[in-house]
């Protein structure tokens, strides 16, 4: 069965710093990218981070980039989300999410599997 779960997320202080991470079931990962998605309160599901199965190509949204890195281990198969310089505004749930290919994207659609999601809050 496809599974995704989401950990990590918590309260933290601006400027802090979290770590969220996805585990995948064995049938789950596999060569596909993998992403990252954040929904606020009253907001639209948006794009966070995404890498390709070798790690070796990344993207973010603009509005991360610089204080997100996105990773993964295969051996794991797990795939994490290193979140620096928090601002109020990161805040949100976090889920992660399987593409349907191995290509990078940043759109909804481009993603088949998705996890339950972890509440991330920031005070500030």
């Known amino acids: 069965q496809v599974q995704l779960v989401e950990s990590g997320g918590g309260l933290v202080q601006a400027g802090g710093s979290l770590r969220l991470s996805c585990e995948a079931s064995?049938?789950?990962?596999?060569?596909?990218?993998m992403g990252w998605f954040r929904q606020a309160p009253g907001k639209e599901r948006e794009f966070v981070a995404a890498?390709?199965?070798?790690?070796?190509?990344?993207i973010y949204a603009d509005s991360v980039k610089g204080r997100f890195t996105i990773s993964r281990d295969n051996a794991k198969n797990t795939v994490y989300l290193q979140m620096n310089s928090l601002k109020p505004e990161d805040a949100g749930v976090y889920y992660c999410?399987?593409?349907?290919?191995?290509?990078?994207?940043?759109?909804?659609?481009?993603?088949?599997?998705w996890g339950q999601g972890t509440q991330v809050t920031v005070s500030s």
């Open positions: 064995a049938l789950t990962f596999n060569t596909n990218a």
């Open positions: 999410a399987q593409g349907w290919s191995s290509m990078l994207g940043r759109s909804i659609p481009e993603y088949k599997y």
């Open positions: 890498i390709t199965w070798r790690g070796d190509s990344t």
